[in-house]
């Protein structure tokens, strides 16, 4: 059976090590994106415009913009120039919803941490 993608890939030629290798690489380097503490908190604001991250992380443009696109990508966000929004992407829910629930299951475990 077939497993080809919207770009013509056919998935079930490719070794499964090197799928795996590849995707464990982009989830590790997500993670690495997403996790910053400005990053996080850009990707908490979603939906928005250049102009709220800036005001809200006390950043100027340039140094936001690089965030940005640095969140875009590795998939977390998705960005329209030409209407100056800034989106939410489906990894963006997926990544949140992980970290908030290893948030709390590091605060169950805290006390036993201490």
Known sequence: MQNIDKKGIDFS??????????TKKVTLNLFRCGTDQTNYHIL??????IKEIMKDTNLTKMPAN???NELEKVGLLMR?????KINPTKLTEIFLRTFQSMQQDILKELPNLL
């Open 66 to 68: 690089r965030r940005i």
């Open 13 to 22: 030629k490719v070794d499964k090590s090197l799928f795996e290798n590849v």
């Open 44 to 49: 908490e604001m979603l939906p928005c415009n």
């Open 80 to 84: 329209n120039r030409y209407e100056g």
